[in-house]
T-cell receptor, first 114, second 116 residues
Framework: GESVGLHLPTLSVQEGDNSIINCAYS??????FIWYKQESGKGPQFIID?????DKRQGQRVTVLLNKTVKHLSLQIAATQPGDSAVYFC?????????????FGQGTELSVKP | GAGVSQTPSNKVTEKGKYVELRCDPI?????LYWYRQSLGQGPEFLIY????????DSGLPNDRFFAVRPEGSVSTLKIQRTERGDSAVYLC??????????????FGPGTRLLVL
């Protein structure tokens, strides 16, 4: 079946370092991908998205890379700060969806050490 | 402007009881989604509204779950005869509905439901 999964459940980095969070997806029909950040006790917060006609998209301190050949998505956070500590989810929206329902992966917990 | 709001923030109920969870989407957003998130897991889709109608309810686990959006704004998720396995965080999200099916969904803080 279709799935979106993350390679690592936890990631610990030093403040100021760059972080890379990875995500694998299995559905080649997926053409829209989103990264969300979820802090404890809060709802998911949109970070950045990318469509399948792009390989890379940059935001403020964040970059998303999409490799359709190997069905891999990554989120890069530059100069990681303590406030970046959270669980990060990738989500996909296959083009065949009736509506905009998102399929989420399990999540990666990012811990930033001061 | 205001984001998606959900009430109550926490709900504790007893097995077999009926509960209602409310979602206020971002003003003007025509698309509204309900998801359920179990501890340590990503959100799982329940139902999607476009306007007043449920366009996709394929994620509702069984007929104890029902959702309405009578005026195309506020939505209520209703759970009958609650079971302990219904305990989870229920998340609501909305999107503008103007850009087609694939557009940014903005989430509320969720309602934490605990069934004893």
């Amino acid at each position: 079946g279709e799935s979106v999964g993350l390679h690592l459940p936890t990631l610990s980095v030093q403040e100021g370092d760059n972080s890379i969070i990875n995500c694998a997806y299995s559905n080649s029909a997926s053409d829209y991908f989103i990264w969300y950040k979820q802090e404890s006790g809060k709802g998911p917060q949109f970070i950045i998205d990318i469509r399948s006609n792009m390989d890379k998209r940059q935001g403020q301190r964040v970059t998303v890379l999409l490799n359709k050949t190997v069905k891999h998505l990554s989120l890069q956070i530059a100069a990681t700060q303590p406030g970046d500590s959270a669980v990060y989810f990738c989500a996909e929206n296959p083009i065949y969806n009736q509506g905009g329902k998102l399929i989420f992966g399990q999540g990666t917990e990012l811990s930033v050490k001061p | 402007g205001a984001g998606v709001s959900q009430t109550p923030s926490n709900k504790v109920t007893e097995k077999g009881k009926y509960v209602e969870l409310r979602c206020d989407p971002i003003s003007g957003h025509t698309a509204l989604y309900w998801y359920r998130q179990s501890l340590g897991q990503g959100p799982e889709f329940l139902i999607y509204f476009q306007g007043t109608g449920a366009a996709d309810d394929s994620g509702l686990p069984n007929d104890r779950f029902f959702a309405v959006r009578p005026e195309g704004s506020v939505s209520t998720l209703k759970i009958q005869r609650t079971e302990r396995g219904d305990s989870a965080v229920y998340l609501c999200a909305s999107s503008s509905g103007l850009a087609g099916l694939q557009e940014t969904q903005y989430f509320g803080p969720g309602t934490r439901l605990l069934v004893l």
